[in-house]
């Protein structure tokens, strides 16, 4: 998927950018497509930094705009059959200073799949100010995170060897692990 990016990219040089925002606010609207295919597109035909920033901008504002369809399409009719489960419910009735920890909290957690950090603030009741500064702060580390695991990758050099070991070991050890009976 990256290198259909990037040639798409090579293609219409001149919107890259908003292609690489565009595609960004797609895969927050659809909510379990990972953008990690779209970082390391953006880093290597940007430039890490550069790269990073855009896929940074994206995703901020891919969340800001789920957050609103979400909201306005699912809120009524979610939101009262999610009051029957307590830890749901719970999250859903965060505000304020609390909800914006939670949601910081959520997005420095690299497994949690953002689209549902999103879907469950919308369905709350979290103002999307309060949404799009913690998301957008919360983004931060586990984006830089991801652009530099992308770049060395793609570079593989020593570190991007590293990183896939390291990964592929995980895994590895997650295939084998046997279930704890209890």
Do not use: C
Request: aromatic residues 16%; hydrophobic residues 55%; charged residues 15%.
């Amino acid at each position: 998927m990256k290198q259909e990016v990037i040639q798409l990219f090579n293609t219409h040089p001149q919107f890259a950018f908003l292609l690489s925002i565009g595609i960004n606010v797609l895969i927050a609207i659809l909510g379990v497509v990972p953008s990690v295919f779209l970082t390391a597109a953006n880093v290597l035909f940007f430039g890490f930094w550069q790269g990073t920033a855009i896929s940074f901008a994206g995703e901020s504002i891919g969340a800001f705009i789920a957050f609103i369809l979400y909201r306005v399409g699912f809120k009524k009719s979610i939101q009262t059959k999610a009051q029957n489960y307590a830890p749901v419910k719970k999250l859903l009735e965060a505000e304020g200073k609390d909800a914006f920890y939670a949601i910081i909290s959520l997005r420095l957690i690299p497994f949690i799949p953002s689209g549902i950090i999103t879907f469950t603030a919308a369905i709350g009741r979290v103002n999307l100010l309060t949404f799009f500064a913690a998301s957008s702060l919360g983004k931060i580390p586990a984006l830089l995170i991801e652009a530099y695991a992308a770049y060395q990758v793609t570079a593989f050099n020593w570190q991007g060897k590293a990183i896939l070991l390291l990964v592929g070991g995980y895994f590895l050890y997650k295939l084998f692990k046997k279930p704890k009976s209890k």
